[in-house]
């Protein structure tokens, strides 16, 4: 068994702990230096709530579960994981930070960005204690006058000036989530946004350009995250997700979770519209109570009020950040939730916005088994990972700069 040691060892693996399931995927480089999913592990979760670890002992049996199922069919051994954090306790503000370049006259070098960036960072002074750093996402910068920079690398001036993002989560929650992939075993390489890393796996770049809002709709969050002109400007994890439209039917048709959870998917449409009064479905009674029947068009009413308030709370969202005219290129929806049907047709109707579902594309050989929008987390994070680092981009960059010989050195820049 070969051992997962990150990009040197050409081996990535991605942990998408979930309210509904723990997905493992581990990820390697072909030849040709592209992407490959060579193992998938799924176990059901069971120590979280709304997207947050609230069991330590319930969620490290499941991550074993799934990582054990991602080492058997990869043949390799996991020892680290690029691990997603959710969860509405997850914020993001905007921050400035601006610093004089070192040498006017070489321009800006990777050492001003850096210093640039940890200047725009709030102070550790002022940082909350109960407060964590996720990630700090360069959005624009600006060299003397000229603003609207995506990358100064090179640019000649006195003084630089960067706009990040800021997205920062409760300690107690990311430590939790830290605690329980130790306690599996494993190491931590690196903890990612899940809406950042879905964003990863469903957006196309001409949608992040224009201006998109990503939301993946789970079993307890749905995770909002928004693009304009190719970087992320706001961020949000509402606590609501499929599992509330599970509970309604149980409630609706007094079944169990268990039943419910298997009516809505294989008898739910969140359009009752075109449903006819006709057309019925048989579920297991509760307590063993004789199996009863129900109708689809009730199922169907029961589930389209549920769809609309979170697309109604998705639109708040996007209203009260300002970012209504943003989203020119419309809704990505991702996470299971997403194959609903009708989902699209309600989401278009609340926010007046073209809606597609994604699916993760670039999976490589495995993509029959993946290519879902229940992997779009999964998948995301390890694209995410793989993605070169602020300082390997300028070691790229400068590789780059050499005329010959670019496949080989981009190969050997990842091995
Ligand atoms: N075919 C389907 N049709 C309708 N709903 C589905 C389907 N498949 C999965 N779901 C629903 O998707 C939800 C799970 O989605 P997903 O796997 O993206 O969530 P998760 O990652 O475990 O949770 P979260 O991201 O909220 O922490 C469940 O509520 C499940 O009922
Ligand atoms: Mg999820």
């Known amino acids: 068994m070969r051992a997962a040691t990150g990009k040197k060892g050409r081996i990535i693996v991605g942990l998408d702990i979930g309210t509904t399931k723990i997905c493992c995927i581990v990820s390697a480089l072909t030849e040709e230096g592209a992407i490959d999913v060579i193992g998938l592990g799924v176990s059901p979760s069971r120590g979280l709530r709304k997207g947050v670890v609230v069991n330590i002992e319930s969620t490290v049996e499941s991550i074993k579960k799934a990582v054990e199922e991602a080492e058997l069919m990869s043949g390799v051994q996991v020892n680290s994981v690029y691990v997603g954090i959710a969860g509405s306790h997850i914020t993001g503000f905007n921050s400035r930070g601006y610093i004089t370049i070192q040498n006017e006259d070489d321009g800006v070098t990777q050492a001003d960005k850096t210093r640039a960036h940890e200047k725009a960072k709030p102070s550790r002074e002022t940082f909350p204690k109960d407060r964590e750093e996720i990630h700090t996402l360069p959005q624009s910068y600006t060299v003397d006058d000229q603003d609207g920079i995506k990358d100064p690398l090179g640019i000649c001036g006195g003084r630089l000036e960067v706009d990040v993002y800021v997205i920062t989560g409760a300690k107690m929650a990311v430590q939790n989530v830290r605690r329980s992939v130790e306690r599996a075993g494993l190491d931590v390489a690196g903890i990612i946004l899940q809406p950042l890393a879905s964003s990863k796996a469903v957006l196309s770049d001409e949608e992040t350009e224009l201006g998109v809002a990503m939301v993946d709709l789970g079993g307890g969050t749905t995770d909002l995250a928004i693009y304009s002109q190719g970087s992320l400007v706001h961020t949000a994890v509402l606590p609501i997700g499929g599992n509330h439209l599970t509970q309604d039917v149980a409630v609706g048709f007094r079944i169990s979770q268990a039943e419910a959870e298997k009516v809505k998917i294989s008898h739910g449409s969140v359009l009752s519209e075109g449903i006819t009064e006709e057309e019925l479905f048989e579920a297991q009674g509760i307590g063993g109570r004789p199996p009863q029947s129900g109708s689809r ?28 005219a943003t989203v020119v290129a419309g809704l990505v929806l991702s996470g299971g939730t997403a194959l609903l049907h009708g989902i699209d047709v309600v989401a278009e109707r609340v926010l007046g916005l073209p809606v597609r579902v994604g699916s993760p594309s670039e999976v490589g050989s495995m993509r029959g088994l993946i290519g879902s929008p229940v992997y779009a987390t999964a998948v995301g994070l390890i694209l995410e990972a793989w993605r070169p680092s602020e300082g390997e981009r300028s070691e790229f960059h400068a590789k780059w700069q050499e005329p010959r010989n670019v496949m080989h050195r981009i190969k050997e820049w990842f091995f």
Do not use: D, M, T, Y
Request: hydrophobic fraction near 40%.
């Open 297 to 324: 068009k009730a199922l169907s009413e029961i589930l389209e009020p549920r769809a609309e308030e979170i697309f109604e709370l998705v639109e708040r969202e996007i209203k009260q950040a300002g970012h209504e």
